[in-house]
């Protein structure tokens, strides 16, 4: 499938080019301090903060990601925005903001440090810093892929552009550039997607008509007519709707668990708020983003619905074909490119150039603080004035941008390792939510709980997902590499793994003996944990070597998804509690102050007006996701 | 918030809507270009929507300015 663009469309993007490093410059002479350039010096409007909120996470793999799903699940979609996303986001602004707001923290990881203690931060700031490298480089690797495949563009070419100019607005305007950036992309996909959806509307007759046509889809697919068109009268059993998932798991696992844990402390999404000028601003942050959220799924969804049903009506002519499939991931460039003439071609493309900039853009900034304040100022250089942490900062911008590159690249020798290390960070993240949620509103719990509940949490994950596997998929990546069984032979990897945790916890304990530490020093427990548990995984590997075992098969990845992550958030949570029960408790009440829900003092809101009101904003909100769950119910 | 991001913003779109105005006004005969959009041209209809709402940007920021230096 291949794209022609003409000089006018160049002319867009490059308008586009122009304001993006121009706003960078702009706001070059504001960046005077370390927090100028790391949290905006906090006096960001709450409008600009909202709208950056969910254009962080709106990068181009959600763009191209839920039109993809919309072509493949249906409307079902949606619960990724109506269950998934705007619960945590109510709960984020009314419950947990006057804890991020309110502490001294500058960032998440440091919340975990005021709140529990030193390696509980390190545990989350050195994995968040990892992630988000990976997550920019793949952001890079799919836009260079995407404009190689459809407009012929160079692959080095379009990760150099990109790089070179998220890097030169980044290190000139900090936060702010990337927040206004955000903005701006906000904009862009709204005004560049919404004549494609009214376009696409048009021709297939309208919205009864497409859904006739989709009825036919999900009857062409064994399922019942109305499988595709409605969100929830299909999940009672998970094999009666496309996603292959029940109810049970949509609201616990990506409601609750998954969601949660994304949107209330993702330090990328976080930042945003806690940008913002005011307390107020903060916690309406992610309600005034809630809005535009909520009505995403008919800018990103609905085309993909559209693509289907023209690719269905056609008799596949739409999409295009692959081992007898459609590509799915192809419906939103297809939209485009079937919809649009030169011009506006230009500028669905600049939207979504945009959005695959800011989506790395958002990465670097969130990395940028998380590495100089997180793990810079803990561990290397504390102590240092603020001048030499902002010249750090800037620094790091560059560093993190040539790590991104270097990822992106590494992705296109390794594809099965950016697999691996997503579904790695997928642990860790699925149990965070117990940890915040603990932390938050039980004075009890202890760092020691927080920071081992986290480890058990994710090794329950990877326990999981090493005893399941989704139908119709090999062993390996996809689950089940802890049966020995359905082909595929693991062993030598498990064997690998037994060793490597066996050298590592012998060389740290080696360490922490030659420095003097005692038994109760982090290093040797933690040490000795390896050591115990290599022989585990090497005889749980020779057992199954000879009895296999048949994995737990789930009807798709999604479903077995939503269980690992209930599966680590229930492991994180229980075990969180019976550490801390039996472990000391070291921070005072005083300490907690302002960190713990019964600690802090309530906020009134009761002399700003009704619309400026958190709570009330909340409900309107809450009600307002109901009543769509109920329309396409 | 020392700079107004409505006002960079609204520039960009006013800029942006005009070319395709403009484009739009060129290719307004070449009909086969616009059987894609069903027949409209959309060049010219939705640059207009770009410009007025880039207008509408900058309206508000300088208004916005005007009232934060009184």
Known sequence: MKIELHAVDYVILCVYFLFVLGIGLALKRYMKTGEDFFMSGRSIPAWVCGLAFISANLGAQEVIGMAASGA?????????????????????????MPFYYGSRARSVPEYLKLRFDEKTR?????????????????????????????????????????????????????????????????????????????????????????????????????????????????????????????????VFGLGFVLSFGYWCTDFLVVQRAMAANSMSAARRTPLIAAVPKMLFPALVILPGLIAISMHYQTKGMFLPV??????????????????????????????????????????????????????????????????????????????????????????????????????????????????????MFWRRSTGHGAFFGLLFGTLAAAIHHGLTIPAGSAVGIHGGWLCGSSGGDTTFMLLLWAAFLAIFGLGIVHVGRGEGAGNDDLRIRLGKAALYFSPVIALWTVIIKWFPIEPRTYPSDMAQNFWTAIYAWTACFVATILISLVTTRVRTDEQLKGLVYALTPKIKDHDIPWYKQPATLGLIVLAAAVVLNFLFW | MKLDIRMPMGLMFVIVGLILVVYGALTNSNTEMYTRSLGTNINLGWGLVLFFIGVTMVVLARRAMRTEKK
């Open chain 1, 322 to 439: 692959e081992n007898g499939q459609p590509n799915y991931n192809m419906a939103m460039p297809a939209m485009l490119g079937h919809y649009y003439p030169a011009g506006m071609l230009g500028l669905g493309l600049t939207a979504l150039m945009a959005s695959f900039m800011s989506g790395m853009a958002g990465n670097v900034t969130a990395f940028n603080t998380v590495w100089t304040y997180d793990i810079y100022q803990s561990y290397i250089r504390p102590g240092q004035p603020d001048k030499h942490y902002l010249a750090v900062g800037h620094v790091t911008t560059v560093v993190g941008i040539l790590l991104s590159v270097a990822c992106a690249y590494a992705a296109t020798k390794f594809n099965n390792i950016l697999d691996f290390l997503q579904l790695v960070f997928a642990f860790v993240n699925a149990p965070l939510f117990a940890t915040f949620l603990l932390g």
């Open chain 1, 72 to 96: 493949k699940y249906g409307i079902m979609t949606s619960h990724f925005y109506w269950v998934g996303a705007i619960p945590a986001m109510v709960f984020l602004a009314i419950f947990m």
């Open chain 1, 122 to 250: 390190g545990f989350n700031a050195i994995s968040f810093a990892v992630m988000t490298v990976f997550s920019s480089g793949i952001s890079m690797y799919a836009l260079a892929k995407l404009f190689e495949l459809l407009l012929g563009w160079n692959f080095h070419f379009s990760i150099f552009v990109s790089g070179v100019i998220v890097l030169a607005y980044i290190f000139l305007g900090g936060l702010t550039s990337a927040i206004y950036n955000e903005v701006l992309q906000f904009f862009l996909i709204v005004l560049g997607f919404l004549p494609l959806v009214m376009l696409g509307l048009r021709d297939v007759g309208g919205w009864h008509e497409l859904i006739l046509k989709l009825n036919a889809v999900s009857a062409s697919k064994g399922l019942a007519p109305g499988a595709m068109t409605h969100s929830w009268a299909y999940t009672g059993s998970p094999t009666a709707n496309p996603m292959g998932v029940e109810w049970f798991g949509v």
